[in-house]
């Protein structure tokens, strides 16, 4: 019905129905043509609004970190059936937080981004997920100095959390359109801070993750992000923040730093059973690869079992609760060019345990089947800019044992006290550095199979053993006839 040339009109106890939308009227009182156009221009600034802000940000934000992402394909997980004690205290944790920030931590190959990957998950299932941001190696991308688009993409996603976020979202940026390249403090106070502050309502706490904090270029960088998310305190705000990460120098510093009452701590250590979980993936994945090979002439389940307890036992031992270990075995024995119990009597078989170049039942097991790991102790010790020093120290590990310890390699070397400690400050995640009169060790077994097998850890971090004993024999001469000497 139309009204051609009408002005000043009323409708009573009537409906509209606008025509372009979802909008739906119902009149209980005398509304004027007026009214609803006013409150129709309202709707479509709002919308406006909420277009304006995402097309804004979309440049300045980081998709590839979602837990959700695209790019992300087929992120790892949690094993069924593992890793629940971990889940568990964190779940228990964002019902009685008792503290803002809980800090996720445990040398490489833990298992810790599976863990997040999962946690995110569930909270997005139950609703109570705020945003993600999952790092991976080399993580920058910002035109400022390189610093991470962390806190835009941060707000980006709690504005589909916080109902009216993005309207005081849109004054920021409206007011200044250089934030996105402001400090990373500044980024944090003005899109995260300042307009979760000023809304109005009231909202139950949002988990916020943020995975493989180590991953982010520049360990200064990740020491103010610690140090920011952890003064966030202070505002009270619906906020829960979960870091994950290995336990780096600037990160343990930061943490280490703050007050107890601001942070839980949730070490990846044997309290929490990982030889359990790493046995249950085992034999789980072990009853699957024989269930998919009966076809190649597998013997009967009667007649095994297959790999026996003996095995798995010794696998488990040799992951030092490490999943990326187990995980790595079980893609090697379950590749398809080759019979799969013969792929595990090549490892299995490999003097001294190790996994290296060794041939075992025709089986030639080499430092492709374990790249995966191997780049990922490369990865680490290549942080070390000192890399003849840093070979020296981790030999004189391996031929030290439980002699090892820091003071005494100083000794020996001829370096200045607090030198050796000094050199391994970035390698936390794969050598246990005691503060006390302990030992050095390595924290996974596979890692002195790695240093020892110069196709895996190439000239930059083996060395013979011949090599280390002529130098440790002139260290001891030298030693031996310096100064003072009885």
């Not at 739906?24 to 005398?30: A, D, E, L, S």
């Not at 205290?89 to 810790?112: D, F, N, Q, R, Y």
């Not at 979760?196 to 982010?216: H, K, M, N, Q, Y």
Request: some cysteine; hydrophobic content about 40%.
């Amino acid at each position: 019905m139309a009204f051609p040339n009408a002005e000043n009109f009323q409708i009573h106890q009537s409906t509209f129905n606008h025509a372009q939308g979802d909008i739906n009227y119902r009149i209980q009182r005398n509304y004027s043509h007026r009214d609803y156009f006013n409150q129709h221009i309202n709707v479509h600034e709002e919308q406006d609004t909420r277009s304006r802000v995402h097309s804004a940000m979309s440049v300045h934000i980081h998709t590839a970190a979602f837990h959700d992402s695209g790019a992300r394909r087929d992120p790892s997980r949690c094993y069924p059936g593992t890793r629940e004690a971990a889940l568990q205290t964190i779940s228990h944790w964002t019902v009685e937080p008792g503290s803002h920030c809980l800090w996720l931590h445990g040398p490489a190959g833990t298992g810790k981004s599976a863990i997040a990957q999962t946690f995110a998950e569930k909270c997005h299932q139950d609703g109570t997920l705020g945003a993600t941001y999952f790092f991976t190696k080399g993580s920058t991308s910002g035109p400022a100095g390189g610093l991470p688009p962390l806190f835009s993409t941060l707000a980006y996603q709690l504005m589909s959390v916080f109902p009216g976020l993005d309207d005081h979202l849109w004054t920021v940026i409206r007011t200044d359109r250089t934030i996105f390249e402001r400090s990373l403090s500044t980024q944090l106070d003005k899109l995260i801070v300042q307009p979760l502050l000023r809304l109005a309502s009231t909202f139950a706490p949002a988990v916020v993750i943020i995975d493989g904090l180590d991953e982010c270029d520049g360990d200064s960088i990740q020491g103010e992000i610690v140090r920011l998310i952890l003064g966030l305190e202070q505002y009270s705000l619906p906020l829960l923040f979960l870091i994950s990460s290995r336990p780096e120098s600037e990160i343990r510093r930061a943490f280490e730093s703050s007050p107890r009452s601001s942070l839980v701590r949730l070490p990846l250590d044997k309290a929490l059973h990982p030889d359990r979980d790493i046995r249950h993936f085992l034999v789980k994945e072990f009853e699957r690869i024989y269930d998919q090979s009966v076809r190649i002439g597998m013997p009967p389940a009667s007649q095994l079992p297959w790999p026996s307890t003996e095995d798995i036992k010794e696998l488990v031992q040799k992951s030092s609760g490490h999943f990326i270990y187990a995980a790595t075995v079980v893609r090697f024995v379950q590749e398809d060019r080759a019979h799969p119990m013969d792929r595990l009597d090549a490892i299995l078989g490999i003097p001294g345990g190790s996994i290296s170049s060794s041939t075992a039942k025709g089986i030639f097991v080499d430092s492709i089947a374990f790249r995966e790991l191997d780049g990922l102790y490369l990865h680490i010790l290549r942080k070390v800019r000192n890399r003849v020093g840093l070979v020296k120290i981790l030999h004189a590990i391996i031929h030290f044992g439980i002699g090892a310890f820091a003071g005494f390699i100083e000794t020996i070397f001829g370096l200045r006290s607090g030198s050796v400690c000094i050199m391994l400050e970035g390698l936390h995640s794969i050598i246990n550095v005691p503060a006390g009169d302990r030992p050095l060790q390595f924290l996974h077994a596979s890692f002195k199979d790695f240093l020892a097998d110069l196709e895996r850890s190439t000239h930059e971090f083996h060395l013979e053993t011949s090599d280390f004993n002529a130098e440790l024999a002139c260290a001891y001469m030298r030693l031996i006839v310096a100064p003072g000497f009885h």
